[in-house]
């Protein structure tokens, strides 16, 4: 049996999904030319000219939601004496001086690049992410990722974000900070509760089956 996502989690996803669509309307009037200059001066040491980053500790952001990524930046500000929900070092330094403007026209930038595709390496290992991926893990009630990021990892715009092409070492690190609870900012625990019964190998596994997806 696949495991099903409770109701009450699914109300509380559409009313964010709802929530998220004003969000999206805001970021249609980004000038994406002017967030393309901030790329061009500070973001293209580590992410790339158009959002493919070349090293794997660093994500691709290229072709992701407008929504989620304007999330993402404000996530790594900390904010009315609260540590930021999302505690991250370098983006912390990064975000510190963009202004809600800024954040806005970044977003609109990587949303319209297209990610380059990537290959999966380890056939066995794909084998395992691709069935954890589709169905989930029914005895331990892991649900399908499928049912938030799509089948092909495409991602629902503009909340649940495109996971598709990513670098497998970003997305297992993601996954384990999840579990670990040091990366909070998942709407109504979303992800931590995923991840917290996944094992290291299948957390890999995922990862790696992730980023060959297309
Ligand atoms: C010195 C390297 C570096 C620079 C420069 C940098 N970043 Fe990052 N960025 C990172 C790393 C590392 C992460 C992963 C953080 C984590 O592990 O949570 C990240 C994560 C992100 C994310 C989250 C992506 C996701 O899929 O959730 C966004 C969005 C982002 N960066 C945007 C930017 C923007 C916009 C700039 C320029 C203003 C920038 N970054 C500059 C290293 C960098
Ligand atoms: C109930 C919906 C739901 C399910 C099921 C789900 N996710 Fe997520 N996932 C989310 C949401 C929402 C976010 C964005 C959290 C945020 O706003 O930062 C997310 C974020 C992520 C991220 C971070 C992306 C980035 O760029 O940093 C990864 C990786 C991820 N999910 C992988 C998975 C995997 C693998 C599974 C299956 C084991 C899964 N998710 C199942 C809702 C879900």
Redesign the pocket.
């Given at each position: 049996m696949t495991p099903r996502w409770p109701a009450t989690v699914i109300a509380v996803a559409a009313s964010i999904l709802a929530a998220s669509l004003a969000f999206a309307q805001g970021a249609a009037k980004a000038d994406a030319a002017k967030g393309q200059s901030?790329?061009a001066q500070?973001?293209v040491?580590?992410?790339g000219n158009d959002g493919n980053s070349p090293l794997a500790?660093?994500?691709?952001?290229a072709g992701?939601y407008a929504g989620?990524?304007l999330k993402?930046?404000g996530n790594?500000k900390a904010q009315d004496g609260k540590p930021a929900e999302?505690p991250?070092a370098?983006?912390a330094g990064?975000?510190a001086s963009?202004s809600a403007e800024d954040m806005r026209n970044?977003?609109a930038y990587?949303e319209a690049q297209k990610p380059a595709p990537r290959a999966a390496r380890d056939p066995q290992l794909v084998k395992l992410g691709q069935s954890i991926y589709r169905g989930g893990i029914a005895e331990r009630g892991v649900a399908a990722c499928t049912a938030c990021h799509g089948p092909t990892g495409a991602g629902i715009p503009a909340q649940f974000?495109r996971l598709a092409g990513?670098h497998a070492e970003?997305t297992a690190?993601?996954l384990k900070?999840f579990r670990s609870g040091e990366?909070r900012n998942d709407p109504a625990r979303m992800m931590r509760s995923v991840t917290e019964r996944l094992t290291d190998r299948e957390i890999a596994a995922l990862a790696d089956y992730i980023s060959g997806l297309r």
């Amino acid at each position: 049996m696949t495991p099903r996502w409770p109701a009450t989690v699914i109300a509380v996803a559409a009313s964010i999904l709802a929530a998220s669509l004003a969000f999206a309307q805001g970021a249609a009037k980004a000038d994406a030319a002017k967030g393309q200059s901030i790329v061009a001066q500070v973001c293209v040491a580590c992410h790339g000219n158009d959002g493919n980053s070349p090293l794997a500790a660093n994500p691709v952001l290229a072709g992701q939601y407008a929504g989620y990524t304007l999330k993402q930046l404000g996530n790594f500000k900390a904010q009315d004496g609260k540590p930021a929900e999302r505690p991250n070092a370098i983006m912390a330094g990064m975000v510190a001086s963009l202004s809600a403007e800024d954040m806005r026209n970044l977003a609109a930038y990587f949303e319209a690049q297209k990610p380059a595709p990537r290959a999966a390496r380890d056939p066995q290992l794909v084998k395992l992410g691709q069935s954890i991926y589709r169905g989930g893990i029914a005895e331990r009630g892991v649900a399908a990722c499928t049912a938030c990021h799509g089948p092909t990892g495409a991602g629902i715009p503009a909340q649940f974000p495109r996971l598709a092409g990513q670098h497998a070492e970003y997305t297992a690190a993601q996954l384990k900070a999840f579990r670990s609870g040091e990366r909070r900012n998942d709407p109504a625990r979303m992800m931590r509760s995923v991840t917290e019964r996944l094992t290291d190998r299948e957390i890999a596994a995922l990862a790696d089956y992730i980023s060959g997806l297309r």
